[in-house]
Structures are given as C-alpha cells and as structure tokens.
C-alpha cells in the first residue's frame, strides 16, 4: 500500500484545510486508514480515522466540531476537512493505513496497528 498526502500549508488562524491521501497498490476494503499528526516537540498525536470495512469513524477528543473525516472510494483518497484551525494545530500530518479494519468493530487510533505510513504534509497556522 502507498499512500500520498497532500494539502498541507500555511493558513490563518481560523482558516480551514482540506488534506488528502490517495492510496494506491492495494484494495482497501479491509482497512482502517487514517491521519496522525507529529507537533514540533516530536510528540504525536492520532487524528481521525475510518474504518473501511464498516464505514465507522473516530475523531479525537480535541478534534470533535473542526474535523471531518471521509473517504472517496471512486478515487481510494481520504480526506480531511479542518476548520477553525489554531496555532496548536501547528503540525506534520500523515496518513496511515492498518489491516486490522476487518478484524474488529470500529476505528481506533493506535498507531501501532497501522502497517504504512505515508510521507507527511505541513500544516502550519499563523498570522
């Protein structure tokens, strides 16, 4: 699986983003896929996340209001709409895909679970 994410930039405060990963070299179908995104201090936090085989979704608890999360399976690319973006948003954001989506109920953002990972896209909010 190879993922490719795109949509990273600089923005205002209180601007919106749209990322995308498009995903190519295997059917999906069976996958979890989501975005996890690495602040300056190294830390790295789970985003959102879609299981593929049930449509179930996840957003983490500071992302609930500001983010949607959705795949286009015409094109195998996920998206995510961000709004009302905040300097603490200020991040490398990647996209990741993990097996497990057919094994449980549900989407989880563990980042351990996820088999590929994409190359990340810089999200970065200032004025």
């Known amino acids: 699986v190879q993922l490719q994410a795109s949509g990273g930039g600089l923005v205002q405060p209180g601007g919106s983003l749209r990322l995308s990963c498009a995903a190519s070299?295997?059917?999906?179908?069976?996958?979890?896929i989501g975005w996890f995104r690495q602040f300056p201090t190294n830390e790295r936090e789970g985003v959102s996340c879609i299981n593929l085989s049930d449509g179930s979704t996840h957003l983490g608890d500071s992302e609930k209001h500001r983010i949607t999360i959705s795949w286009d399976n015409s094109e195998n690319t996920l998206h995510l709409q961000m709004d009302s973006l905040r300097p603490e948003d200020t991040a490398v954001y990647y996209c990741?895909?993990?097996?497990?989506?057919?094994?449980?109920?549900?989407?989880?953002?563990?980042?351990?679970?996820?088999?590929?990972w994409g190359q990340g896209t810089q999200v970065t909010v200032s004025s």
């Open positions: 990741a895909a993990g097996s497990f989506g057919s094994f449980i109920t549900g989407c989880y953002l563990t980042p351990g679970w996820y088999d590929h």
């Open positions: 070299g295997y059917t999906l179908e069976n996958y979890a």
